[in-house]
């Protein structure tokens, strides 16, 4: 185990919270804990029983459960090498200054397809409530009560994915909003384009100046007014052009797609400053 830090911004992870809302899992502490773990590319080694008794040695639960729920969300990337298994956290290195001191990886790196997949948000499975379920039987019953939903009886609550989906949908602009319904309808993977947006705002990708939401809203119209495919990589690099021209005032945006909406959004942008002025 390592020494690690801790962002701030880590505390307000809306989509770790979700994630442990829905699965009943300590996942925001494991995921701090898996930085300890991982060495300095952010690779581990993939054993359950020997991470759970250094990162969660006292809570009863299965931490291959936890391990699968933060897989199949997108946090971590499961990969085997010669016989063994390993697992990588893909955002390590944007949260993460290690010590030059530190040795460095003895571990296989993740597959170059693998690491192509997960940037393009074709890697991530449909998160599954059974697979983050705890075995413990007073735990089971509580995971197997939650699929039930609240409310009245057969009445399903909203799903962590639509929740997410809101959430993001509320921060962008009126123009942004019709963009991402769109896109989120051409999409083949309407979850991976929430999650990378999220995490764009969020500011957990390499991308400067830090992301707003006008900056997102003006990428999403310009992504679908192009018809290009809304991949994770195709996002930040939009995202990362419209943050450009916002910070220096470039209008080739405007001459690329369209005036309207970037003039709109713009409007929305000044009105928004103006707002918080007052």
Partial sequence: MRIRTVKPEFFKHEELYDAEQETGLPLRVAFEGLWCAADREGRFQWRPRTLKTDILPHDDLDF??????????????RYA???????WIPSFKVHQVTNNRERDSELPPPPPDLVTAWEDGTLTRAPRVEDAC???EGNARACTSGREGK???????????????????????TEGQDAFDGL????AQPEALVGECTMILAGERQIKPKPTPEGLSLALCDLRTNNTRPTARSVRT???DAMRQLTE??????ERSDATAWDKVMTEAKEREEANAH
């Fill in 238 to 240: 939009y995202t990362a």
């Fill in 151 to 173: 409310g009245r009886e057969g009445e399903q609550g909203p799903t962590t994915t639509t929740t997410a989906r809101a959430r993001l949908r509320e921060q962008l602009t």
């Fill in 64 to 77: 291959s459960r936890v391990l699968d729920a933060l897989t199949t969300r997108g946090f971590l990337v």
């Fill in 134 to 136: 705890p075995t413990r």
């Fill in 249 to 254: 005032g470039i209008s080739t945006s405007r």
């Fill in 81 to 87: 090498s010669r016989g063994r298994e390993y697992g």
């Fill in 184 to 187: 989120i309808k051409a999409s």
